[in-house]
Structure formats: C-alpha cells, structure tokens
C-alpha cells in the first residue's frame, strides 16, 4: 500500500495561500486607485490655481498696456515739454539750414 505523505496542520493550505495572495493584490490595487484619484484632484486644484493666476496677469497686462499708452502718447510728451521744460517750436527766422 502506497502511504500520501501528509502535511503539517501549522502548514497552511494552498488554496489559502492563494486567496490571501490575491487578497493582498486587491488591496495594493484599491491603494493605488485611491492614490491616483487623489494625485489628480490636487493636479485639478492645482491646476485651477494656475488658470486663475493666469487671468490676473493677463488683466495686469492689459491694463499696463493701456496704461503705457497713456503715458506715452505724443500730446502728453508735447504739453509736459511746453509745462516743465519750456520747450517751443522754433519760429521760422530761428531755423538755420546746414549743408555739408
């Protein structure tokens, strides 16, 4: 008679093994969900931040622009040269023509 070697009771079945193994592969693939999930709701607020910097800038720029153009613009140039550095056209009999 052939005698089935048996195993130890402390020894855990394979089955269970199995289950447990793939127990575990459950959990640590329901972490990594939760994780990504997470990750990109923070990239989303993140993200939104971004955006709404951008807009503020874009309005700073816009203004600074306008504003540049104010200051620049040749009638202000020419009323500040007249107010504070008495500045003026020249008349006709002041202009000299130099030729080379």
Not at 11 to 32: D, H, I, K
Not at 84 to 96: A, C, G, I, S, Y
Request: proline share 5%.
């Amino acid at each position: 008679m052939l005698r089935v070697a048996r195993r130890p009771a402390w020894l855990p079945s394979w089955r269970l093994l199995l289950v447990l193994g793939l127990l575990l592969a459950c959990l640590a693939n329901a972490t990594a969900v939760i994780n990504a999930s997470h990750q990109t709701r923070m990239q989303y607020v993140r993200l939104q931040q971004l955006e709404r910097e951008r807009d503020q800038l874009q309005t700073e720029w816009s203004q600074l622009l306008l504003e540049e153009s104010a200051w620049s613009s040749p009638a202000r140039i020419e009323r500040l040269a007249v107010e504070r550095l008495e500045m003026r056209l020249p008349d006709v009999d002041e202009v000299e023509v130099i030729r080379p």
